[in-house]
């Protein structure tokens, strides 16, 4: 076919035949005009640069655009992710896994040896959004191990077992266990001491060991032990003054608002005040101060009173206590301290009718 443009007239349509705006038969013209002109051709792909550079920096754009997108996502999802799988982790190890309980944790509840020489206990976690599950037990040289781990409620869990049983008693968070003790010396719950050799623990023991102090003068270690032994609940509001200048050292506990002194109170101070006397390794003297009246007591006298109340124990109940010398030893075990609590209940406060006669302060 022959080449009628000349090159004026193609020159004058490049520009649209480079945007591909021409008809089909004005661009096929336009083609072979470019077959057979150098010139024209040359001037066409100079036109046609430009506009494919000025392409390239858009298609550069758009895939930026593209890949920063999917990191935004990427980064998304990864923080979801991490989220599920922290508070997976939280829930699994909170609900599920649970953890090993401190022995300060464990409340015991209701615990006494029947007739048949079974220790029977309710066994719970003072933390009251969590329980103990998976109790276990192992027995060695005649100490019985329980081990369990420290649970978070389900408090799904809880409510459908509440309206599944019904009733006042409702969801259970506490552990029933009856413990037979032929052959055992010693009872431990997640490592709570809760029985040893015949005698059941109290918690209050156990606090009260932990608050032991060596030094009559550490006022503020003084102050936790009243108020560990409820001083201020029993007896009334009182002020504590120390003597430690010289020999014997003295706790003076002063009651100024205290009702008038009955048998009943002096039988509350004297087994307040010996249980003070075992506390404090250099203890001499307690001395209780009353509105109308005043009394101590001494270590010598607190020790004399209990190994005779040791003695008439032993004859009573067919047991073989040993009898201390001194009341400070009473505060070398928790078995020790239990029996000495025991001893001052029988008798100070008349829970068994065992009387020993004691001189009044």
């Not at 490049?14 to 150098?38: F, M």
């Amino acid at each position: 076919m022959k080449n009628d443009l000349t090159c004026g007239v193609v020159r004058d349509l490049l520009p649209s035949y480079v945007e591909n705006l021409l008809g089909e038969e004005a661009k096929e013209a336009v083609d072979r005009h470019l077959e057979t002109c150098p010139e024209c051709r040359e001037r066409k792909e100079a036109m046609a640069a430009p506009a494919e550079e000025a392409a390239e920096p858009e298609k550069e754009v758009d895939y930026l655009k593209r890949v920063k997108k999917g990191t935004v996502h990427k980064i998304v999802l990864a923080v979801v992710c991490t989220v599920l799988l922290v508070v997976g982790g939280y829930l699994l190890k909170e609900f599920v896994i649970g953890r090993t309980p401190d022995a300060e944790h464990i409340s015991i509840d209701f615990a006494q040896v029947d007739e048949h020489n079974n220790l029977t206990l309710l066994a719970d976690t003072y933390w009251g959004a969590y329980e103990l599950r998976g109790m276990k037990a192992v027995t060695k040289d005649g100490v019985l191990t329980y081990t369990a781990r420290e649970v978070r409620v389900n408090l799904f869990q809880a409510l459908f077992m509440r309206d599944k049983i019904g009733g006042m008693e409702g969801y259970q968070k506490q552990i029933s266990l009856s413990i037979p003790l032929d052959g055992l010396t010693e009872v431990w719950i997640c490592g709570r001491l809760v029985w040893q050799d015949g005698v059941v623990i109290d918690r209050d023991t156990l606090l009260l060991l932990d608050a032991k102090t060596p030094y009559c003068g550490d006022a503020p270690a003084l102050g936790n032990i009243a108020k560990l032994l409820q001083v201020g609940s029993r007896i009334g509001r009182y002020n504590i003054s120390l003597q430690t200048s010289e020999r014997p050292y003295r706790w003076t506990l002063e009651f100024e608002d205290a009702e008038e002194t009955t048998s009943a109170t002096w039988g509350m101070s004297r087994f307040l005040g010996y249980q003070m006397l075992a506390l404090v390794e250099n203890l001499d003297e307690v001395s209780f101060r009353y509105p109308s009246s005043s009394g101590f007591f001494t270590a010598e006298i607190a020790s004399n009173s209990l190994a005779r109340l040791t003695e008439v124990y032993n004859d009573k109940h067919a047991t073989s206590w040993p009898v201390h010398e001194s009341i400070k030893e009473y505060a070398e075990s928790p078995l020790e301290y239990q029996r000495m609590v025991k001893l001052l209940e029988e008798m100070f406060l008349g829970t068994s009718g065992t009387t020993v006669t004691v001189a009044r302060p």
